[in-house]
């Protein structure tokens, strides 16, 4: 995914889109901090955390925008979060996902919203990087409840 991402900008610089290019710079430069942190290579399902993380950061500045009435900026986040999406896994429809869900509460025996960190330490372990985790936690919450 990496790779895929260094292309994108060669690409991108040969083609002239400046704006693009700088988003999907930003990209690689989080991915890069994230190496730097850990000290490590990240390999593609930790390169999506980062992503997933990335989005959500662009998500709360997007709500602070709009309630300020700056649209200016918030075209901008609305165009990185697209960007970033671009370089992330197809998410799974919600049917899929409740499908999911019930298996996971059938295999962990879960009843009550007590049992709500196994069934979504169970869905993040087999599916966390097709889930949006807070789609998966409202879910199993209507499911327990």
Same mark, same amino acid.
């Given at each position: ?20 290019? %700088? ?17 490590? $290579?990240?390999?593609?399902? %930790? ?6 993380? /990335? +989005? ?11 309630? !300020?009435?700056?649209?200016?900026? /918030?075209?901008?986040? $609305?165009? $990185? +979060? $697209? *960007? ?5 896994? /197809? ?8 499908? *999911? +869900?019930?298996?996971?509460?059938? %295999?962990?025996? !879960? ?7 196994? =069934?979504?330490?169970? =869905? ?11 789609? /998966?936690?409202?879910?199993?919450? %209507?499911?327990?409840?």
């Amino acid at each position: 995914m990496k790779k895929k991402i260094q292309m994108d900008i060669i690409e991108l610089m040969k083609s002239g889109q400046k704006e693009e290019l %700088e988003i999907t710079r930003y990209i690689f430069s989080l991915i890069q901090k994230e190496e730097k942190d850990k000290n490590i $290579e990240l390999k593609d399902s %930790e390169v999506i955390q980062v992503l997933k993380k /990335a +989005i959500k950061r662009n998500q709360d500045s997007l709500t602070q925008y709009k309630l !300020a009435d700056r649209q200016d900026l /918030a075209s901008r986040e $609305e165009r $990185e +979060i $697209e *960007i970033i999406k671009k370089y992330l896994p /197809a998410e799974l429809s919600e049917s899929e996902v409740k499908e *999911i +869900i019930r298996k996971s509460i059938q %295999e962990t025996g !879960a009843e009550s919203i007590k049992d709500l960190g196994k =069934v979504l330490g169970l =869905v993040k372990k087999n599916h966390g990087d097709e889930i949006d985790m807070s789609v /998966a936690s409202k879910l199993v919450k %209507e499911s327990l409840s």
